[in-house]
């Protein structure tokens, strides 16, 4: 009989070459199940019971925080349906397992506009300080990302895989391919990042031709997550500023922003690529400078004039 870590091997495979899932996505699966194998007594399937189950999801949660739990779950959920779907095991050891748990509500962080200005500023001034074709070229770059994932708020994973041909500065607009292969478009508005992006693009085409991709490093390979997150901590130095940036904080303030300026939370839903409006209602959260404002201008109560009312 096959031990569980060969059926796991199957069904990673599976994931890959059937499902078609992306290479982050299996990389979780991979971590996930062979932390489960390494906590097992045994590698007989028939050993995991619904206890055994239970017993390593307590051990979970003494270690993760919920969120990182919730994953680590539906990674081993998965795995037995793949089971039970092959007919590999009779019975799915979680049909008896009732799990529920509250998850955190952890507000998105958000990076203050005149921060946002700041950071750019610091950017546009090294690139215009530039001594060498090499700097300038780098810095141009670096100009092009930032001004990118603030303008459109797509997420880290998604501008460091578009493709050349993804990009039309012509009518303005960008395909993105999001989670689960899912597509939208989302138009760029501002001017000066067009004009960034064009400049960008003419600097770089030989090497986007080459590698297929928009953005590219300086060696001519797709440019990585790790290079924009080693980018954004430099001219966060450079412009004093204390706050940890991540990449994701511009989505964020992208979303946030947005809202407050009264555009109907489904727009910004469909500009995320978010499946839910459950997701995106997060940045509902985070918009209370916004509700002071409104209740202060709208509120019905400023008009009121009260006869009696003298103590003030």
Known sequence: ??????LTNDYLKYCRNQKR????????????LAQFHAALPSTNIGDITPDVLENYIAGLHQKYKPKTVKRKIASLKALFHYFEYREIIEKNPFNKIHIKFREPVILPKTIPLHTVEIFLSAIYQQHRQAQTEYQKKCTLRD???????????MRISELCSLKVNSV???????????????????????????????????????????????FVSQSGSPLSDQSVRRMI???????????????HMFRHTFAT???????????????LGHSSIN??????????????????????????HLHGQDWR
């Open 143 to 153: 100009l092009a990302v930032i001004e990118l994932l603030f303008a459109t708020g």
């Open 1 to 6: 009989m096959n031990t569980l870590q060969q």
């Open 21 to 32: 899932l992306d290479e982050k996505t299996l990389k979780a699966y991979r971590i996930d």
């Open 279 to 304: 997701i995106t209602e997060i940045y509902t959260h985070v918009a209370l400078s916004k509700q002071r404002d409104i209740l202060v201008a709208k509120h019905p109560r400023k008009d009121f």
């Open 257 to 271: 922003s947005l809202l407050e300026a009264d555009v109907d939370i489904r727009y910004i839903q469909e500009m």
């Open 233 to 247: 901590n430099k001219y966060t130095s450079l412009a004093a500023i204390e706050l940890h940036i991540t990449p």
């Open 168 to 214: 039309n500065l012509y009518d303005k607009n960008i395909l993105i391919y999001g989670k689960g292969s899912k597509e939208r478009r989302i138009q760029i508005g501002n001017e000066d990042v067009i004009h960034v992006l064009k400049e960008y693009k003419d600097t770089f085409f030989d090497q986007m031709k080459n590698c297929n991709h928009f």
